[in-house]
């Protein structure tokens, strides 16, 4: 395991640069490090699925430094917008709903009041349950894309994307923004894709095989054994090992 640490150590340090986000390596931080803003970067995480190129293509498109908007400019402005399971009406709901978030003080209020008492998985379960009341709209694409409150850990997904967005939001580093205080980079749990779960599993670092909430917790775990105060300095590391293929041993 400490050769495993010491190629982690040693990949965490080499990726964490600004050239890891570019149009030949797009991965949708490039979007969010543009505003360096709680919410445009909520909207990167939450459309944070399919192929990276894809992702940061949307993103783009999506002008998101216009400014507030009512809802006949959103409309206009987003216009024949979809993507993948969201419409144009989901993505004009989405919008919509943002500006009611930050309307009643924000992402990061929100966040904590849920946080402070039950971790983690509270303040995302808070937020969530907010966005919800914030907006009676529903569909099928509208609820995939902000996802459900956390009853159970055992019955949990990995929330792959809320727990990105957490990692932008608390981290500080060349990559992670960094843009929110009071909330403790130990108590961050993975963001697992597939990329990740197979590479983890590959260097003995997850045993479980269901990619969900418990295997996301139990890699965390893991990690704290290398570095306790910031495990999830090997995420970026990790996930662009697994993309690209690389097998170290």
């Known amino acids: 395991m400490k050769e495993i640490q010491a190629y982690l150590d040693a990949a965490a340090e080499a990726r964490d640069h600004r050239d890891e986000l570019s149009s030949e390596r797009p991965d949708p931080l490039m979007i969010a490090r543009d505003y360096m803003d709680e919410h445009h970067a909520l909207t990167c995480a939450l459309f944070a699925y399919g192929s990276a190129k894809s992702i940061v293509a949307f993103l783009s498109s999506l002008n998101l430094g216009s400014g507030a908007a009512d ?95 957490l990692r932008w939001m608390v981290r500080k580093s060349e990559l992670d923004m960094g843009l929110w205080s009071g909330v403790s980079t130990s108590d961050l749990i993975m963001p697992l894709d597939t990329h990740t779960f197979n590479i983890s599993r590959r260097l003995g670092l997850l045993n479980r095989k269901q990619c969900d909430m418990r295997a996301a917790i139990e890699l965390t775990e893991t990690l704290k054994k290398f570095d306790p105060k910031d495990p999830l300095k090997y995420d970026f590391a990790l996930y662009r090992i697994g993309q690209e293929k690389l097998l170290p041993f």
Not at 71 to 85: C, D, N, P, T
Not at 114 to 135: A, K, R
Request: hydrophobic letters at 35%; one cysteine or more; charged letters at 20%.
């Open 71 to 165: 809802e006949s400019s959103l409309r206009h402005r987003l216009a024949g917008k979809y993507y993948r399971f969201q419409n144009t009406e989901d993505i004009v709901q989405w919008f919509l709903t943002l500006e009611g978030l930050k309307a009643c003080g924000g992402a990061e209020k929100l966040f904590k009041e849920g946080y402070v008492s039950d971790g983690i998985t509270g303040g995302i379960s808070s937020l969530i349950s907010q966005l919800y009341e914030l907006n009676p709209y529903r569909s099928q694409g509208y609820e995939f894309l902000i996802g459900k409150p956390i009853v159970s850990i055992a019955k949990s997904s990995a929330m792959k994307r809320w727990m990105m967005y």
